[in-house]
């Protein structure tokens, strides 16, 4: 257990709709990153904040968006889905701000969009 | 363009038999390496991380290297429990800013 945990586990929704998920770091973790995995493109970076921050963007769409709120947790938000957004959604976190500290990764949130 | 690649992308080893996982990249500005092993519908689990050319890094049966152009993770008398996808990520500095780049990963599969 990594400590990074993430809801829901499961999503499935249809096209056109908009789902929220969410990442709640391990204590002590200020850094949470966004990454989706799919099976014909891997692990992809999308987004990282630290301290409520945007720090780094990745290849996340505009349709897409995130937020770190004050508790540090964070959700990502997908809006106007399309069948090519089904994908394994991971967060990680990390202690501080730079991209060369070890990430430790949630379980991961499935989504399904029909 | 800053690339990273693995290989194999499966590899199929008996209880016992020790092989290598190569990450190789073409990235300028490298800051770090990492290696992750994820298990099916899992999120990855951290296992090294590599900073510079002639590091190496070891846990159990598993042990790291790194070059100027590419790191070896070598499995030394592998069990099944070993089987998972091995991950790994290239710190780079582009753009101004660093990026976490991840390899297509090599799925491991040892059988007794």
């Known amino acids: 257990d990594s400590g990074v945990t993430q809801t829901p586990k499961h999503l499935i929704t249809a096209t056109g709709q908009r789902v929220t998920l969410r990442c709640s770091p391990r204590?002590?973790?200020?850094?949470v990153y966004w990454y989706q995995q799919s099976l014909d493109q891997g692990l992809q970076f999308l987004i990282q904040?630290?301290?409520?921050?945007?720090?780094a963007k990745g290849n996340i769409l505009e349709r897409f968006s995130a937020q770190q709120f004050p508790d540090l947790h964070s959700e990502l938000n997908l809006s106007s889905l399309e069948l090519g957004d089904s994908a394994l959604y991971f967060c990680?976190?990390?202690?501080?701000?730079?991209?060369?500290?070890?990430?430790?990764f949630g379980p991961g949130t499935r989504l399904l969009v029909l | 363009e800053d690339q990273v690649t693995q290989s194999p992308e499966a590899l199929r080893l008996q209880e016992g038999e020790s092989s290598s996982l190569n990450c190789s990249y073409t990235?300028?500005?490298?800051?770090?390496l990492f290696w992750y092993r994820q298990d099916p519908g899992k999120g990855p689990e951290f296992l090294f991380t590599?900073?510079?050319a002639g590091e190496e890094k070891e846990k159990e049966r598993l042990k790291a290297t790194l070059t100027k152009k590419e790191s070896f993770l070598h499995i030394t008398a592998p069990k099944p429990e070993d089987s998972a996808t091995y991950l790994c990520?290239?710190?780079?500095?582009?753009?101004?800013?660093?990026?976490?780049?991840f390899g297509a990963g090599t799925r491991l599969a040892v059988h007794p």
């Open positions: 990680a976190s990390s202690v501080g701000p730079t991209v060369q500290e070890t990430q430790y």
């Open positions: 204590s002590g973790d200020l850094s």
């Open positions: 904040y630290y301290n409520g921050e945007e720090r």
């Open positions: 990235v300028s500005g490298l800051r770090g």
């Open positions: 590599l900073y510079s």
């Open positions: 990520a290239v710190v780079m500095f582009s753009g101004g800013y660093n990026k976490l780049i």
